[in-house]
């Protein structure tokens, strides 16, 4: 008896086994397919083939729905391919917009958000393009559509400088788009220093008038860098989002 009951133990033992392996298999080949259609798509995205790009991270996403890596690269493909389908456009900035906000990977969500600024500068330099062949109340609508996405693009970068203030692509970027709105608007939007944060800097300069404060945070060191910018405005290249933001690693 002792060796019948040993039998079944092993014997079930081993039916176990059995279920559980096909499961670890498909699992390893559904990352195999999401793996290799996501390489396929990054060949074709460099290549510039954009709708092919997009077919492959739908396979990607078929092997794998909840794959960030796929979400995100799918979003830029749609977004490079810009074939006036708006539908599209709209559903990739949603996926962007999604990922800048719960991705579980801290580098896909700050490169969402990242090229989520990019297209809004890249729709504001569109529509101040437009705006110089119109004519009269539409020329004033047109720029003031462009305001709006710069502001929503400098929005996205100092989102970025808040999470890591060292992104110095996000941070040129925000100085460039700055330099971008009106006046008026530009000078609106330059963060001031709060009003204890005055008073604080005054005390500290009656008591120690010689040296001069360094600057407390990244804001400030924005600030400073104002006067310097201004001169070179000039020779400042525009941030073209469909060129800036090609770096995928996977």
Not at 106 to 123: H, P, T
Not at 129 to 146: C, D, F, L, P, R
Not at 164 to 186: C, F, G, H, W, Y
Request: charged share 25%; net charge positive; aromatic share 4%.
């Amino acid at each position: 008896m002792k060796v019948r009951h040993t039998y079944i133990i092993t014997l079930a033992i081993a039916l176990a086994a059995g279920i559980a392996l096909p499961s670890c298999s498909q699992k390893d080949q559904s990352n195999k397919e999401e793996r290799n259609a996501i390489r396929s798509g990054n060949k074709n995205f460099e290549a510039k083939q954009y709708a092919e790009a997009v077919s492959d991270y739908d396979r990607a996403l078929a092997a794998n729905s909840s794959s960030e890596a796929a979400q995100y690269d799918k979003a830029m493909a749609q977004l490079f391919l810009d074939n006036g389908d708006t539908v599209a456009m709209k559903k990739a900035r949603e996926a962007l917009d999604n990922l800048a906000k719960s991705a579980n990977d801290a580098g896909i969500s700050e490169r969402a958000l990242y090229n989520l600024g990019n297209d809004a500068n890249y729709i504001g330099d569109a529509l101040k393009a437009a705006a110089q062949k119109e004519q009269g109340e539409g020329k004033s609508q047109m720029t003031q559509e462009s305001t709006t996405y710069y502001k929503m693009a400098i929005e996205r970068y100092k989102e970025i400088l808040r999470r890591r203030p060292n992104n110095v692509m996000a941070l040129q970027n925000l100085r460039i788009t700055q330099l971008k709105l009106p006046p008026e608007d530009s000078n609106k939007n330059q963060q001031k220093p709060k009003p204890q944060q005055q008073q604080q800097q005054q005390q500290q300069q009656k008591k120690q008038p010689q040296p001069q404060p360094k600057p407390q945070n990244n804001k400030q060191i924005l600030q400073s860098m104002q006067n310097k910018e201004n001169e070179t405005r000039r020779n400042m290249q525009p941030v073209n989002a469909r060129n800036t933001s090609t770096d995928k690693p996977w």
